[in-house]
Each structure stands twice: as structure tokens, then as C-alpha cells.
């Protein structure tokens, strides 16, 4: 079974900063997608990045970028020129061949003025 | 191009009582994911069904059903509702059930649901 960790249960960042959110996970598999999800409070998950694990080159989207080392089973998002509207829940997830998300505990970001 | 909707977005039960969670996914989606979230579980996958038939199930009592229809909305039940089940529940949809080319999922915002 897949396993996600984000050992970061909250964090802060300024406005205008940059900030990091680190995510770990635990698989057998070789082919595979990861994600970062957001979830404002209006609760609906809302994808911000995704990478294929075949793809060694690191995916970016706008002001969202992800470090991510196969070999060490890490994925992590890089926030960069924070603004208020970044402030939720950030879930990092796995997905292999079975199309079933395996989920983080998730990072409680809050961006301050 | 409307998302995907979930209905109701809040409900309040009694304990033992049984209920029924809606979605209707994005026009021509024939995936349907559901997701069970809990501050003590976290987000924990409860079953896929991709053109009426399930494909998916994860680790939950069979209190827990669904179906879909050929419309590709989908329905979930909970029988004999637990104080535990109180949680929101996630639906997403996508086109083949399955991450390909530019084709994702795309969650619901939810419905709340409370046992009392």
C-alpha cells in the first residue's frame, strides 16, 4: 500500500515570500502521478500541480513549482511571490495504475499582509 | 462548462438513520471518485465506478454502497449511520477515470454530513 507524508502540519509565509511545503511517500511502483491539491474553505480540492513520475524534468504552473526526487520518494511545492488567496489546505497525493488517490495529512498554509 | 455538483452540501442525521449523497459529474465524465474526509482520517478513497460498474472500492464497511447511472450521475449510501461517519464527503470526475494527456480530476465541493 501507498503511503503519504507531510510532516508539516502548518506553516506561515508573507505576502510577496516564497515558501515551501515538503511531502514524502512510500510506493513499490515505478509508474505513477503525484499531486498537490488546494482546498480553500469553500472545500472543494482544487489541483495546482501535477507531475508523472517517467518525467524527470520538474513540472511548474505560474507561481507553483515542484523539486521532485524520484529516488528519494519526495515531492515537494514551492510557493513563490505568496499572496493572501494561497491561504488553505494544501494535500500533496499519489495515484498509481489503480486511479485510486492516496492522500497527505495536509499542510495548513495561511499567508499574512 | 458546469463542474461538478454535489447535493445537498449539508445534511444532518440520526444515528442509525440511512442517507444518500448526489453528484453529478462534468458533462461527458464517465469516472466518478468518492472520498470520505475526517480530521482524524484524513482523506480516505471509498470507491470509483466508471460507467455503472465499480472498479474500486477502498477499505470501508459495506454500510458504505453506491451506484452509478447511465447518465454517469452517481449516488452513495450510508446504512445505519455511525457517529463516525460524520465527515464531508468528496466526489471528482474525470473523463476515463484515469490521468491522461491534459485529463484529470476534478472534485465537488462536498457535502457535509452530520450524525447526531
Known amino acids: 500500500a501507498q503511503t503519504v507524508t507531510q510532516s508539516q502540519p502548518e506553516m506561515s509565509v508573507q505576502e510577496a515570500e516564497t515558501v515551501t511545503l515538503s511531502c514524502t511517500y512510500d510506493?513499490?511502483?515505478?509508474?505513477?502521478?503525484l499531486f498537490w491539491y488546494k482546498q480553500p474553505p469553500s472545500r472543494q480540492m482544487i489541483l495546482v500541480i501535477r507531475?508523472?513520475?517517467?518525467?524527470?524534468q520538474n513540472a511548474t504552473e505560474n507561481r507553483f513549482s515542484v523539486n521532485f526526487q524520484k529516488a528519494a520518494k519526495s515531492f515537494s511545492l514551492k510557493i513563490s511571490d505568496s499572496q493572501l488567496g494561497d491561504t488553505a489546505m494544501y494535500f500533496c497525493?499519489?495515484?498509481?495504475?489503480?486511479?485510486?488517490?492516496?492522500f497527505g495529512g495536509g499542510t495548513r498554509l495561511m499567508v499574512k499582509p | 462548462k458546469a463542474g461538478v455538483t454535489q447535493t445537498p452540501r449539508y445534511l444532518i442525521k440520526t444515528r442509525g438513520q440511512q442517507v444518500t449523497l448526489s453528484c453529478s459529474p462534468i458533462s461527458g465524465h464517465r469516472s466518478v471518485s468518492w472520498y470520505q474526509q475526517t480530521p482524524g482520517q484524513g482523506l480516505q478513497f471509498l470507491f470509483e465506478y466508471f460507467s455503472e460498474t465499480q472498479r474500486n472500492k477502498g477499505n470501508f464497511p459495506g454500510r458504505f454502497s453506491g451506484r452509478q447511472f447511465s447518465n454517469s450521475r452517481s449516488e452513495m449510501n450510508v446504512s445505519t449511520l455511525e457517529l463516525g461517519d460524520s465527515a464531508l464527503y468528496l466526489c471528482?470526475?474525470?473523463?476515463?477515470?484515469?490521468?491522461?494527456?491534459?485529463?484529470?480530476?476534478?472534485f465537488g465541493s462536498g457535502t457535509r454530513l452530520t450524525v447526531v
Open positions: 510506493t513499490s511502483e515505478n509508474n505513477y502521478y
Open positions: 471528482a470526475s474525470s473523463l476515463f477515470g484515469r490521468v491522461q494527456g491534459n485529463y484529470g480530476y476534478t
Open positions: 497525493a499519489f495515484m498509481d495504475a489503480g486511479n485510486m488517490l492516496t
Open positions: 507531475q508523472e513520475a517517467y518525467k524527470q
